[in-house]
């Protein structure tokens, strides 16, 4: 069965701090994205990797970056969070394309930075 | 950049009822529209997509349907349960954006 698993459900930081945000898939897909979820603003793509060491900027990567060392594990890094990236975190992983195919999505990460 | 409008942002039915939840976008070329469905607490998961082979697609009590003239794409939920109560999200072909979602909540 396929699965995207995120580091952790619920998460509370504090501003300033740099904060990780863990995904991992077990489908061997090359793709794998990053989105924040807000009310009535729908999902907004943040990065994405179509391979390992590759990335690529999605409509807000302000304040945030990535790394994909391992074809499994794509992470989100917060360099210094602040109030206005409280949100939840959804991580996705796809086969190939640019969502041309389904994509599979976590369970999502509730950030609340403080 | 390509964008989508989703209408309507929210939409409650009695048990029974049909929503309707439409897609408008820019470009009337597709390989593949998907629509994709998400419940409290979770990740959105795909519902249903469409290829331009054809103009409806039916699985189960949900229907796609693609109006080119309009570049509109509707998904339809026929016999609507309140488990069908979530959000909706539609993605434009070869795109990755997502519409801004309807949340739809089916009453008893």
């Known amino acids: 069965d396929v699965k995207v698993t995120q580091s952790s459900r619920y998460l509370v930081k504090r501003t300033g701090e740099k904060v990780f945000l863990e995904c991992v898939q077990d489908m061997d897909h090359e793709n794998m994205f990053w989105y924040r979820q807000d009310p009535g603003l729908g999902l907004r793509l943040i990065y994405f990797?179509?391979?390992?060491?590759?990335?690529e900027k999605g409509d807000i990567p302000e304040g945030y970056s990535v790394s994909r060392e391992k074809k499994e594990r794509f992470s989100l890094i917060l360099e210094s969070a602040s109030t206005n990236q409280t949100s939840m975190y959804l991580c996705?992983?796809?086969?190939?394309?640019?969502?041309?195919?389904?994509?599979?999505f976590g369970p999502g990460t509730r950030l609340t930075v403080t | 950049q390509q964008q989508v409008k989703q209408s309507p942002q929210s939409l409650i039915v009695q048990k029974g009822g049909i929503p309707i939840i439409n897609c408008a976008y820019e470009?009337?070329?597709?390989?593949?529209f998907p629509w994709y469905q998400q419940f409290p607490g979770k990740g959105p998961a795909l519902l249903i997509a469409?290829?331009?082979?054809?103009s409806e697609k039916k699985e189960g009590r949900f229907t796609i349907s693609f109006n080119k003239s309009a570049k509109q794409f509707s998904l339809h939920i026929m016999d609507s349960q309140p488990g069908d109560s979530a959000t909706y999200f539609c993605v434009p072909p070869g795109k990755l954006i997502f519409g801004q979602g309807t949340e739809l909540s089916v009453k008893p």
């Open positions: 996705a992983s796809s086969p190939t394309g640019q969502g041309m195919d389904e994509q599979y």
């Open positions: 469409i290829r331009p082979d054809v």
């Open positions: 470009n009337t070329a597709f390989d593949y």
């Open positions: 990797s179509y391979d390992v060491k590759m990335k």
